[in-house]
């Protein structure tokens, strides 16, 4: 059974940064896309950020120049470098495969953001 594990949330003041690990276990990373999702309180879910097979990024551009997605691939872990962060940066991370443009598993716990201003 695949599961997800987000992992490296915190409380931070505006202009902090912090580090997002994703780890996949249960099926490879290698040939998919992967990507990063948020979901602030009562708002819906919403894509933040995906990383091809080949490595190519993609942003919402509410993040575009702050936020960096990359993958290892031996760890099976996909990551999120999140600077400059905002107030409106908070919400609950998810990570997830997506096919077809949408995401294939169950969503795991998810880690939470916090940015104080």
């Known amino acids: 059974q695949v599961q997800l594990v987000e992992s490296g949330g915190g409380l931070v003041q505006a202009g902090g940064t912090l580090r997002l690990s994703c780890v996949t276990s249960?099926?490879?990373?290698?040939?998919?896309?992967m990507g990063w999702y948020r979901q602030a309180p009562g708002k819906q879910r919403e894509l933040v950020a995906t990383?091809?097979?080949?490595?190519?990024?993609n942003y919402a551009d509410s993040v575009k120049g702050r936020f960096t997605i990359s993958r290892d691939v031996a760890k099976n872990t996909v990551y999120l470098q999140m600077n400059s962060l905002k107030p409106e940066d908070t919400a609950l991370y998810y990570c997830?495969?997506?096919?077809?443009?949408?995401?294939?598993?169950?969503w795991g716990q998810g880690t939470q953001v916090t940015v104080s201003s």
């Open positions: 997830n495969k997506i096919s077809s443009g949408r995401p294939i598993y169950l």
């Open positions: 249960g099926s490879s990373i290698r040939s998919y896309t």
């Open positions: 990383t091809s097979s080949g490595g190519s990024p």
